[in-house]
C-alpha cells in the first residue's frame, strides 16, 4: 500500500505525525522531575504545541506572549457576523501537513478545499497580464503558453531534483533513500537561486523569456512565483517534493481556533496532573506578559517580562522570531555560540500585505447572461493586487474578499497606506479587470488589512532562505540536540517555523516544536520508548547533510 505523501523530510526524515499517533506517547519523565517548570515564549502554534505535549508529559509550561496567542495563525472576526474571518497569517494548509492535522483533529475544527486558482473550489480563475485577460475554469482553458509553462516547470523539477524518485521514496517513508537522493541536491543548489534554477533548466531553455515571466507573474498552484525568485532553490524544492502547494484546505471558522482550543484542551492522557487539566488552568486562565530579558541563572534560565517580573526555570523554549532576540528580548550572549548567533542574525524575512472585505453575498457565482462566465473570479494579475480570493461561506452568509495578497516589493507599496486607500486602489485595478461589476456595493462594515512587516512582534512575514544560507538554517534545526553543548549553553530550546527547513508553512512550526518537546524531555532524565523512537533519538542516523567550510 502506497503512503500519502508528508512532510516526512527531506533534509531530516523523521515521520512525527507516526511519533504523535503511537500508543506510547512520545515519552516519560522521571518522578522526581514532573511539575518542573518550563517557560515558553510565545503563544503561536508553535509555542501551543509545546506547552501541550509538555503537559502531557508531566511537566508545567509557563507561557509568555506580547502580543495574541496563535501568533501568525491570526483569524480576525469581521464585526457582527459570526464565524466570519479574515484570516490574516496563514490560510492555506497542505494536505501534507500531517502534524498540524494531527493537533486540528483534537480542536475538532472543520476544513474545506482552498479556492486556488484553477481549482474546483475557486470555480473559475482570471489571469491579467500586460492589460490582456484570460478567463479559466481548467488549465485546458487556457492558451497553450500556459500549459508550456506548467509542463517546463514540472520538467524541470524531474531534471534538477528527482521529484518522482523523491517522492516516492517519501511516500514510502524510506530514510535511507530519501536522503540519498536529497543530499547530492543540496549540495548542488544551496547557493544558486530559485531563478537560476528556472532560466538554466533545460525545459525553460528551449522556451522563450515570456514562459519564464509569465511563470514568475502566475505560477501554478497558489499562484505567482517571482517574489520567491531571489531565495535559495533548496526552499523552493522542500515545497515541490512535499506537496505544500497542492491540495490545500482552509480551516472553517478561522485558523486561529486550532492554538485558542489547544489552550483549553483537556488530554485523554496526561502524567502527573489531575484529569482535565489544561494549558489555560495551569498558566491561571492567562499567558504572562512579553519576554523582555532571558539570562542564565546558574543551572537555570531567568525570564524577564515587561513589568519586570523576573522567575527562574528548569528550560525555556523560544518561539519567537529570531530577530527578537537581539531587538526586543535582551538575551545573554553566551546563552548561543557565535555562529548560531550568525545563523539567527541573518535570517531574511520576507514581506507580506492582505487586505479584506466582507460583502452581503458571493455575488462572484452570478453567471454573465451574454458570456455564461463567472461574473468574478479568483484572480492572477501583475497589477497591484497579485492575488484576489474569494471565499463563499455558504447560503445565507456574507462572503469574503481577499482584494489583494502580494509578498516583498508589491507588499511594500502598501506599507504606508491607511486600509482605506488600500482598498481604493485595489477596487481601482480590479474595476479595470472587471469593469461591469461595482464591488464596492457590496461591501459590508469596515475591512481588515495587515502588513506583517510593520508588526513589532514578527518585523515580517515568515524566513525566506537566501542562498549559502542552509549552514544556518542546519545550526538552528540541530540545537535541540543539546549533549555536545558547553554547560552554558544548555536549556534554552529554539522552534518556529523560522528555524524548520520550511519556513512559512505551519508544519515546519509544528515540527521544530515537537524537537524542542524532545530536548526538554531529554534535559530532564525523560526518555522516549524504545518502540517509538524520537527525533533525538534517530538524529545520529538521520541527521541533515552537513556542508563543509
Known amino acids: ?308 517580573r523576573t522567575e527562574s526555570f528548569d528550560a525555556v523554549i523560544a518561539t519567537c522570531q529570531s530577530w527578537l532576540l537581539t531587538t526586543a528580548i535582551e538575551t545573554e550572549e553566551s546563552l548561543f555560540d557565535h555562529k548560531l548567533w550568525m545563523a539567527l542574525d541573518r535570517t531574511r524575512y520576507m514581506q507580506s500585505s492582505k487586505t479584506f472585505v466582507m460583502v452581503d453575498r458571493p455575488f462572484w457565482t452570478d453567471r454573465d447572461p451574454a458570456t455564461g462566465r463567472q461574473v468574478m473570479s479568483m484572480t492572477l494579475t501583475d497589477r497591484l493586487t497579485r492575488g484576489t480570493y474569494l471565499f463563499d461561506n455558504g447560503p445565507g452568509r456574507p462572503g469574503v474578499i481577499c482584494l489583494t495578497y502580494s509578498w516583498m516589493s508589491d507588499a511594500l507599496k502598501m506599507l504606508p497606506l491607511s486600509v482605506d486607500r488600500r482598498v481604493e486602489l485595489a477596487l481601482g485595478a480590479l474595476a479595470k479587470i472587471y469593469p461591469g461589476v461595482d464591488i464596492a456595493s457590496h461591501i459590508l462594515g469596515d475591512p481588515i488589512t495587515v502588513s506583517w512587516e510593520s508588526d513589532p512582534n514578527f518585523l515580517g512575514a515568515f524566513k525566506g532562505a537566501l542562498p549559502g544560507h542552509y549552514r544556518y538554517n542546519h545550526r538552528m534545526f540541530r540545537h535541540f540536540m543539546q549533549d555536545a553543548l558547553p554547560p552554558e549553553q544548555r536549556g534554552l530550546f529554539l522552534c518556529g517555523d523560522d528555524v524548520s527547513w520550511t519556513p512559512g508553512w505551519v508544519e515546519g512550526a509544528v515540527q521544530t516544536a515537537l524537537n524542542a518537546v524532545w530536548g526538554v524531555m531529554h534535559r530532564m532524565g525523560g526518555a522516549c520508548a524504545p518502540e517509538n523512537p524520537g527525533p533525538g533519538d534517530l538524529w545520529p542516523e538521520r541527521a541533515p547533510v552537513r556542508l563543509t567550510g
Not at 469581521?78 to 466570519?84: I, K, L, P, Q, T
Not at 497569517?89 to 475538532?108: C, D, I
Not at 524531474?158 to 547530492?184: C, F, H, K, N, Y
Request: aromatic share 10%; with cysteine.
Open 1 to 308: 500500500m502506497t503512503e500519502a505523501l508528508t512532510m516526512f523530510g527531506p533534509d531530516f526524515p523523521f515521520a512525527y505525525d507516526d511519533w504523535l499517533a503511537h500508543p506510547a506517547g512520545l515519552g516519560r519523565i522521571p518522578a522526581a522531575r514532573q511539575g518542573a517548570r518550563v517557560a515558553i515564549v510565545g503563544a503561536g502554534i508553535s509555542g501551543m504545541v509545546a506547552g501541550y505535549e509538555l503537559m502531557r508529559l508531566g511537566l508545567c509550561p509557563v507561557l509568555y506572549e506580547s502580543g495574541e496567542i496563535g501568533g501568525r495563525l491570526r483569524s480576525r472576526p469581521f464585526e457582527g457576523a459570526d464565524g466570519v474571518v479574515a484570516e490574516l497569517g496563514g490560510m492555506r494548509f497542505p494536505a501534507s501537513s500531517a502534524g498540524f492535522w494531527h493537533y486540528a483533529g483534537l480542536a475538532g475544527v472543520g476544513s474545506k478545499p482552498f479556492p486556488n486558482p484553477l481549482t474546483p473550489a475557486a470555480g473559475s480563475t482570471v489571469i491579467d497580464l500586460e492589460g490582456e485577460t484570460f478567463y479559466a475554469e481548467t488549465l485546458a482553458d487556457l492558451p497553450p503558453i500556459f500549459r508550456e509553462v506548467a509542463a517546463a516547470y514540472d520538467a524541470a523539477l524531474e531534471e534538477g531534483a528527482r521529484l518522482s524518485d523523491l517522492q516516492t521514496a517519501i511516500r514510502m517513508r524510506d530514510a535511507p533513500r530519501v536522503a540519498e537522493i536529497w543530499a547530492p541536491i543540496v549540495r548542488a543548489w544551496d547557493e544558486r537561486t530559485f531563478y537560476d534554477f528556472i532560466a538554466s533548466s533545460r525545459a525553460f531553455q528551449a522556451l522563450s523569456f515570456r514562459h519564464r515571466e509569465l511563470f514568475g507573474q502566475v505560477g501554478f498552484g497558489t499562484g505567482g512565483w517571482d517574489s520567491d525568485f531571489p531565495n535559495s532553490m533548496l526552499e523552493i524544492l522542500r515545497v515541490a517534493v512535499t506537496a505544500q502547494d497542492e491540495n490545500q484546505r482552509l480551516v472553517v471558522g478561522g485558523v486561529e481556533q486550532v492554538p485558542q482550543r489547544l489552550w483549553r484542551h483537556a488530554p485523554e492522557r496526561v502524567a502527573h496532573w489531575p484529569e482535565g487539566t489544561t494549558l489555560a488552568a495551569l498558566n491561571g486562565g492567562a499567558t504572562r506578559p512579553g519576554v523582555t530579558r532571558i539570562a542564565r541563572d546558574g543551572e537555570r534560565i531567568a525570564v524577564t517580562d515587561r513589568w519586570g
